[in-house]
């Protein structure tokens, strides 16, 4: 069966960095969009990056553009998002998700994994 399992999350300190890492199975993953989607505490799931099948192209968000950057390794089936110079507002529960298609709509996305915790406090 298909699994996302993410790790690394964590509390670390404002300006600090970590590297969310997601291990894929049960699908082709070097022919899937993968992507990381956050949702803070009260609020709605945010789309924060988006890598495409062949390496070649990245998308982010503006809250963590050039902060955050998305990278896959398709021999390991694994995706990655390092976070660094790490704000409050980054505190979020982080999930990555495959889809077939590149589409912001995190609503349709084909697979996700259970999720880590990042919290950003002094």
């Known amino acids: 069966q298909v699994q996302l399992v993410e790790s690394g999350g964590g509390l670390v300190q404002p300006g600090g960095s970590l590297r969310l890492s997601c291990a894929a199975s049960?699908?082709?993953?070097?022919?899937?969009?993968m992507y990381w989607v956050r949702q803070a505490p009260g609020k709605g799931l945010e789309w924060v990056s988006a890598?495409?099948?062949?390496?070649?192209?990245?998308y982010y968000a503006s809250s963590v553009k050039g902060r955050f950057t998305i990278s896959r390794d398709n021999a390991k089936n694994t995706v990655f998002l390092q976070m660094n110079s790490l704000k409050p507002e980054d505190t979020a529960v982080y999930y990555c998700?495959?889809?077939?298609?590149?589409?912001?709509?995190?609503?349709?996305?084909?697979?996700w994994g259970q999720g880590t915790q990042v919290t950003v406090s002094s």
């Open positions: 998700a495959a889809d077939h298609r590149y589409t912001a709509n995190v609503a349709t996305y084909d697979y």
């Open positions: 049960g699908f082709t993953f070097s022919s899937y969009w």
């Open positions: 890598i495409n099948p062949g390496y070649g192209s990245t």
